[in-house]
């Protein structure tokens, strides 16, 4: 899946819901940026957690942004135009464009898992950073979301075609052997649900589920059977019958 156009939208609309906000806390809360250090994300979409991570770093450290869409850097810029030493910039994380040992920490959230060859970019990661360098990233386990309220044969039609929107979509499942033979150690994990127990517009299923249908639609799903199951999803929300849950991970490491 490429963030742009339309998905980039719905990317930014998903990217200000409070469920996000508990993945920035939770990997700001990790990272524990310092002043005056040089932190990189991988994947800064619109420029929230950048921006937070330049106001914590300050005019003398640098929080540098890498996304592969123009559009998502275009909003980061806007987003981050008033906080100094913040630089997003369109690029690719399996080829970073800064020299080795430069970063202090890096982290991507919901990034890793669209990189097919996300060994290449993790071991890009350990290139530019510094020994001993902290690595956060964050990434769903995609098969552990549960839909409750739309038909199921519907739900797992969607789910099908979403399974195959991300290279790896499972990556935390994954990602610890990939990390090691990136010269990381020290590595842990721990979940950071997402329940929904609410179907409206300021909740994170309510965009996901138009996100779902956006790649459905991408992947030749009927149109019939992704209209059906928004429907099906609005009238849970009227019932009182719907909930959504989802388990990413966040994963720590350090570089040898």
């Given amino acids: 899946m490429e963030f742009v156009g339309e998905f980039a939208e719905l990317q930014q609309r998903i990217a200000v819901c409070p469920e996000l906000a508990t993945w920035r806390a939770a990997v700001v809360e990790h990272l524990a940026p310092r002043r ?34 123009p559009d998502q850097i275009a909003r980061a810029v806007r987003e981050c135009e008033e906080v100094p030493a913040v630089r997003p910039v369109v690029g690719d994380a399996r080829a970073l464009a800064y020299p080795d040992g430069v ?4 982290v991507s959230i919901q990034v890793l898992e669209y990189i097919a060859d996300a060994p290449t970019a993790l071991a890009e990661l350990g290139r530019a950073l510094k020994p001993g360098g902290r690595l956060i990233t ?45 010269g990381f150690a020290g ?17 994170y299923a309510f965009w996901l589920a138009r996100l779902m249908a956006a790649q459905a639609l991408q992947e030749a799903v009927p149109e019939a059977s992704v ?24 994963t720590t490491a350090r570089s040898t």
Avoid: K
């Fill in 36 to 69: 005056g250090e040089r932190i990189l994300e991988i994947g800064c979409g619109a420029g929230l957690l950048l921006r937070e991570i330049g106001l914590a770093t300050g005019p003398h450290g640098l929080a540098a942004g890498v996304d592969i869409s």
């Fill in 103 to 106: 970063f202090d920490a890096a």
């Fill in 138 to 182: 964050l990434a769903t386990n995609w098969t552990s979301a549960f839909w409750h309220g739309p038909e199921p044969e519907l739900t797992a039609a969607l789910s099908r075609s979403w399974e195959g929107h991300a290279a790896h979509p499972n990556l935390p499942a994954r990602i610890g052997p990939m990390l090691q033979r990136a």
């Fill in 187 to 203: 590595i842990r994990q721990m979940p950071v649900p997402v329940v929904n127990a609410a179907f409206d517009d300021r909740g």
């Fill in 227 to 250: 209209r059906a199951w928004l429907d099906a999803l609005e009238a849970a929300e009227r019932d009182g019958e719907f909930f959504f849950s989802l388990v990413p991970i966040l």
